[in-house]
Every structure is written in C-alpha cells, then in structure tokens.
C-alpha cells in the first residue's frame, strides 16, 4: 500500500514510531541532567543546568546513534551515515537547558521549579522557543533534526518516497530543501522543547 507521496504505508508507520522513540528518548536524557543538575545545585543554577543539559543532550545522542545506527541499518538494509547524534544532543540539549533557566529564574518556591497552572505553561513555551531557535540554527550549520535523519535514511532506499515530501509540496519546493528541512527543525524543537519544560515542572501534589 503506498501513500499519496509515493511513500510505502509501513515506512510511514516505521518513521512516525522512530521520530517518537528518537524524541522520547533524547527528551529523557536531557531531562534527567537538568534535573539532577536542579537538584544538586543551589548556587550558579543557571550554570549548573547548562552543564547539565548539554552533557545530557551530548552522552544521549552519542548513545543513540551507537546503540541504534546498528538496529536501524538492520531494519532499513542501509547506512545510516549523516544521522543526527552527538553534536545535535549537545546543541538541542544547552538551548532546552537556557530556555528553561530563563524561563525559571523569577520563580520564588526556592530549590527546584514548581510552577502551577499558567505559569508551568509559560515555563514550558519558553523552554519550547529556545529548543526551536536552537533546532534551526542546528540546521542552518549543518546539523539533522530527527525528521531529516528519517528522511536521508528514506532517500538511501529505492522506491521509499520522502517523509518530508508533503512538507516540501505544501512550500514549494520541488524536493526537500532547506526551507523544509528549516520548518521542520523550528516544529520539531519547540515540540521537544515545551513538551520537556512542561514534564520536568511536574510535581507531586
């Protein structure tokens, strides 16, 4: 069964499941460093939750591609070189902990952020716009979101189709350029980004 796109059905299935598990985790890992970065630190907490964030973001990334590249060249027969990792990890990873410093700092409970109603949603958009402008700069310079990782991997088989082709069609782009791969990175980082800021402000009750 093949999409409007020329995209086999189960590669779409396939890539919307990796574009989730690849988000999942890359926002599990630079949660766990700003938290414990919150936890441990009362002095320098802006510092702190840089250090954290970003040696998060960079070990997670290192980690995935490592552990994953060799399942994933097992399921697409293809090499998965140019995927995003390590240097996206460690870019997304500084840009959630700033975003989600600021978005912190006039917060008065004291010891880790505790936001309730609102101000837990403005921590989160906050958090969001750093992670989308940091997304975008990454992939001006250079760098590859989860989406375009999916669809490099999806241009190395014949026949696949592009995931992001629907995005291109809807810009004008012949093909999935820089304008895509632009809109994508800012959609993709502030999803990361506000969903990560919305979850690490959760508290019991």
Do not use: K
């Amino acid at each position: 069964m093949m999409t409007r796109g020329g995209m086999p059905a189960q590669l779409v299935l396939v890539d919307a499941a990796m574009g989730a598990l690849i988000g999942g985790v890359g926002a599990a890992g630079v949660g766990a460093g700003l938290a414990a970065a919150e936890a441990l630190s009362r002095m320098h907490r802006t510092a702190a939750l840089l250090l954290g964030g970003t040696l998060a973001g960079g070990v997670t990334g290192w980690v995935a591609v490592t552990i994953g590249s060799p399942t994933l060249e097992t399921i697409f027969g293809r090499s998965l070189a140019g995927v995003g990792g390590m240097p996206e990890g460690l870019a997304l990873g500084a840009a959630a902990a700033l975003g989600y410093a600021v978005a912190t700092s006039s917060l008065r409970e004291g010891g880790m952020a505790a936001p309730r109603g609102a101000a837990r949603w403005r921590v989160a958009l906050v958090t969001g716009s750093f992670t989308a402008v940091g997304a975008g700069l990454l992939m001006l310079a250079g760098g590859r979101m989860a989406g375009a990782s999916l669809d490099l991997i999806a241009a190395r088989i014949p026949g696949a189709g592009l995931p992001m082709q629907p995005l291109a069609d809807l810009l004008g782009e012949t093909s999935p350029g820089r304008g895509t791969y632009l809109v994508q990175a800012l959609y993709e980082g502030m999803l990361f980004g506000t969903g990560l800021g919305y979850g690490l402000t959760r508290r019991p009750r």
